[in-house]
C-alpha cells in the first residue's frame, strides 16, 4: 500500500467484492474491528446480522453513544478557542432534536416524559465526563469520523476513526470515545483488537504509524493507552487473516456454529438460535441478504 498524503476522508481505492461461485453465502464485503469481535464472539450472531441482513433494535446505550459522538464531533468543527462545555452541550441538544424529528433507531426507543428526561441527562453527563478528561482546546485534531480502507491479502478492511490528531511531537495518535465503561484489567487485551486495527490502517493508509491509540471510557472517565509497534501490527495482520478465513470457511459450508454464552442475554437472534430452540434457516427468509455494507 503506497503512503498517502495526510488528508481527512481519504479513501484507498479497492477492488470489487468477490463472490466464488462455489460459496453457500456470500462473503461480506468488508471487515471491521466490530465485525471481527462480532464473529469471535459468536459466528452465529455474525451470520444473522453481516450475511442475513437481520435488523436488531436498538438499544438506549447505542443511540444514546452515537448523539454524544455527533456532539463531539461538531465540537471540533470549531476553532479551538470555541470548543467549549456549553457549546458541546448546545451540540448534543441540537443532536437529540435532530433525532427526535428525523431518527427512526431513536422514535423505536419509544422515549417519553421521565424516560425522555433521564436519557437527555445521561447523555449531557457523558459530555460532563469528557470535558473533566481532556481539554479540546489543546488538541490539534487532523481528521473527524475519518473512514479508513485498506487491503489486506483478499479481504477489504473498514473502519472509522473518531479523531485523528496530532501530538506536540507531530506525531499521530489515534482517539476513540467509548461511551460505555472501561473493562476490568483482565478484559484490556482483549479491547485492544480495535486499537491495532486502527493502527493497521493508519500505516497502511497514510503511510505512518500512530505513536498512540487511546481510548477514552467517558462512562467512568478512563482512559486506556496503546502504543503501536511494527510486532503488534503484524499480530493483528495474522489474526484478521485467520478470521477473515474462518468467515470463508464458514461461508462456504454454511455452517455458523452458536456460542452461548453471557452475550445471549443482550442476543437479538434468541429466536432463530438453536440454543434457544430456534431454527437457523429461518432467518436468512426474515433478512435482507447481504446487504452490502
Ligand atoms: S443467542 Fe447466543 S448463541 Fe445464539 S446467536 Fe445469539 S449470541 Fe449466539
Not at 433525532?99 to 422514535?107: F, K, L, Q
Not at 436519557?119 to 479540546?136: I, K, S, T
Not at 493497521?200 to 472517565?221: I, K, M, T
Request: with cysteine; charged share 25%.
Amino acid at each position: 500500500m503506497h503512503p498517502r498524503a495526510l488528508t481527512p476522508g481519504i479513501r484507498v481505492a479497492v477492488a470489487p467484492r468477490v463472490y466464488p461461485s462455489d460459496m453457500a453465502l456470500a462473503l461480506p464485503p468488508t471487515l471491521s474491528p466490530s465485525k471481527v469481535s462480532a464473529f469471535k464472539d459468536c459466528a452465529l450472531a455474525f451470520r444473522f446480522s453481516v450475511i442475513d441482513g437481520l435488523p436488531e433494535p436498538p438499544s438506549p446505550a447505542a443511540v444514546r453513544g452515537t448523539l454524544v459522538h455527533r456532539a463531539l464531533e461538531q465540537l471540533y468543527c470549531a476553532e479551538p478557542p470555541a470548543r467549549t462545555r456549553v457549546a458541546a452541550l448546545a451540540a448534543l441538544a441540537q443532536a437529540l432534536a435532530q433525532a427526535r424529528d428525523h431518527d427512526g433507531e431513536y422514535r423505536q426507543l419509544g422515549l417519553e416524559g421521565e424516560a425522555e428526561e433521564r436519557f437527555r441527562a445521561e447523555a449531557e453527563c457523558l459530555v460532563h465526563r469528557y470535558f473533566e478528561m481532556e481539554d479540546p482546546t489543546t488538541i490539534r485534531p487532523i481528521g473527524i469520523e475519518l473512514l479508513l480502507e485498506a487491503r489486506l491479502d483478499g479481504v477489504r478492511l473498514r473502519g472509522i476513526i473518531d479523531r485523528l490528531e496530532l501530538d506536540a511531537d507531530g506525531e499521530l495518535v489515534v482517539t476513540d470515545y467509548k461511551t460505555g465503561r472501561a473493562p476490568a484489567p483482565r478484559y484490556e487485551q482483549g479491547r485492544f483488537g480495535g486499537v491495532h486495527f486502527y493502527a493497521f490502517l493508519c500505516e497502511a493508509v497514510l503511510g505512518r504509524r500512530p505513536a498512540r491509540v487511546q481510548l477514552l471510557y467517558l462512562g467512568d472517565g478512563v482512559t486506556i493507552v496503546a502504543t503501536p509497534s511494527e510486532q503488534s501490527i503484524r499480530a493483528l495482520e495474522r489474526r484478521v487473516g485467520a478470521v477473515w478465513q474462518a468467515v470463508e470457511r464458514a461461508c462456504a459450508t454454511d455452517d455458523f456454529r452458536p456460542h452461548p454464552g453471557p452475550l445471549c442475554d443482550w442476543c437479538a437472534f434468541q429466536a432463530h438460535c438453536p440454543a434457544f430452540g430456534g431454527d437457523p434457516s429461518a432467518a436468512r427468509s426474515a433478512g435482507t441478504v447481504m446487504a452490502g455494507v
